[in-house]
Nanobody, 120 residues
């Protein structure tokens, strides 16, 4: 029904930058929220940043001032600009979207995950 395709992960040195993108395709009425989660090695998956249909944004305390989430409604995409990267940011990053289907109910989808490694 809905497929999320992520791109932009990779290896970067501390202090560097990466941009993650996620594009949604398929059938749905609207996207209610978009977000990025990450799962460090041996740890739980945690919220990094999210943005609602109304434009409300929240960030994890650990990334405030360094990461920026944005969306392109026309292209059904969400982007995470990551600056001043730290080794602690190393994780698999997952795109998340909650959409309203033609049934009128909301459904949650996840991307495949993309590896971000910050190392000197």
């Amino acid at each position: 029904q809905v497929q999320l395709v992520e791109s932009g992960g990779g290896l970067v040195q501390p202090g560097g930058s990466l941009r993650l993108s996620c594009a949604a395709s398929g059938s749905f009425v609207s996207i209610n929220s978009m977000g990025w989660y990450r799962q460090p090695p041996g740890n739980q998956r945690e919220l990094v940043a999210s943005i609602t249909r109304g434009g409300r944004i929240n960030y994890a305390d650990s990334v405030k001032g360094r990461f920026t989430i944005s969306r392109d409604n026309a292209k059904n995409t969400v982007t995470l600009q990551m600056n001043s990267l730290k080794p602690e940011d190393t994780a698999v990053y997952y795109c998340n979207m909650v959409v309203t289907g033609f049934s009128g109910y909301d459904y949650e989808y996840w991307g495949q995950g993309t590896q971000v490694t910050v190392s000197s």
